[in-house]
């Protein structure tokens, strides 16, 4: 990640008061220069693609996993990301032009590896004009998805009340 | 969105119990630390998260247990990220 990254994150989690102060001033700054880095890439990306990358905030959602799978007739792969939020899930599907990739974090990172959740995310246009979506965990795992379309699936379950036969 | 205001005592228990709370004021430094010390209060081990590049200017930083539950978040405005009033 370039702009949203697990040092700066564990930077501003400092309990030295100076360096976490330090870290939401360069937090800001990262805010600042990915939205630039957005806009100047969005151009480059489809419509889709373009609209989730500005637009999309799944900060706190619960990760539930990754299920990558061939489709039929193509040559390539599908990934469906799949979160939750409350009543609400939302699935990511990546089709993707690599297969992704998962970081794991270093041993000393400091934070519950229980019940993993989304904290940030970014988007990059590749050389070869493929897409790419890096996420950092909370488990301080990064995955990184190259893909050349992004479709969000989401689902919000309601019950219904069933009335009973006499 | 700004709620009623409640005393420090009744924010703990609004984070027991698993809803939202927003420290307001105009010294960011002294809503952080009394913002820190209600999630502490409430849920033991904390972590910050600061906004999300999507909840652009409106987004507010936020301490949470870590791990969950329970659920919501300790928010905190600071000099230029401000909670929303009630209309």
Redesign the interface.
């Known amino acids: 990640m370039k702009f949203f990254t697990p040092e700066l994150y564990l930077r501003f989690n400092s309990p030295d008061r100076s360096t976490a102060e330090q870290a939401e001033e360069d937090w800001e700054k990262a805010l600042t220069k990915y939205r630039k880095h957005l806009h100047k890439i969005r151009p480059r990306m489809t419509k889709s693609v373009g609209e989730i990358a500005e637009t999309l905030c799944l900060h706190d959602f619960t990760y539930l996993g990754m299920n990558v799978s061939p489709i039929l007739d193509h040559a390539g792969a599908l990934a469906a990301v799949m979160l939750r939020n409350g009543a609400k899930d939302s699935i990511l599907a990546y089709f993707l032009s690599e297969e992704p990739l998962a970081q794991e974090a270093s041993e000393s990172w400091p934070f519950s590896k229980d019940k993993v959740h989304w904290l940030y995310d970014e988007f990059d246009v590749r050389p070869d004009g493929a897409f790419q979506h890096e996420v950092l965990l909370s488990n301080g795992h990064i995955l990184t998805l190259r893909f050349h379309e992004l479709r969000l699936l989401e689902h919000e379950f309601k019950t219904h009340a069933v009335a009973k036969r006499a | 969105m700004r709620g009623a205001a409640l005393t420090e005592a009744d924010a703990v228990k609004e984070r027991k119990a698993g809803r939202d709370v927003v420290v307001c004021g105009q010294d960011k430094a002294a809503n952080k630390n009394l913002a820190r010390g209600i999630e502490q209060m409430a849920n033991g081990?904390y972590?910050?998260?600061?906004?999300?590049?999507?909840?652009g200017g409106q987004g507010l930083?936020h301490f949470?247990p870590?791990?969950?539950p329970p659920d919501g978040h300790c928010f905190y405005e600071t000099k230029t990220r401000k909670s929303k009033k009630n209309p």
């Open positions: 081990k972590k910050l998260c600061l906004p999300h590049y999507a909840t930083p949470q870590d791990p969950r």
